[in-house]
């Protein structure tokens, strides 16, 4: 029998974000992915905030022989 390994994530909420943009607040979003980058998902942005709520699921498939990182944007 064939086994594939899933793994699955929320995204639930950035606190207190640095300020990245001149003129309003920040438009962060957050990316998921394995090593080779070939499974990225990402959230969706959520313009002028430093508190941003995603309360975003994700399932990546077949993760079994990857490492897993993500990455905040603002």
Known sequence: SL??????I???EGKNLKKKDWFSESDPFVEI???DRKLKQK???ISNTKNP????????YDISS???SSDMFI
Not at 3 to 8: G, K, P, S, Y
Not at 53 to 60: D, G, I, P, Q, R
């Open 3 to 8: 086994f594939m390994a899933q793994l699955q």
């Open 10 to 12: 929320r995204v639930v």
């Open 33 to 35: 992915y394995l090593d």
């Open 43 to 45: 959230t969706r942005v």
């Open 53 to 60: 709520l995603w309360n975003e699921t994700f399932v990546l």
């Open 66 to 68: 990857h490492l897993l």
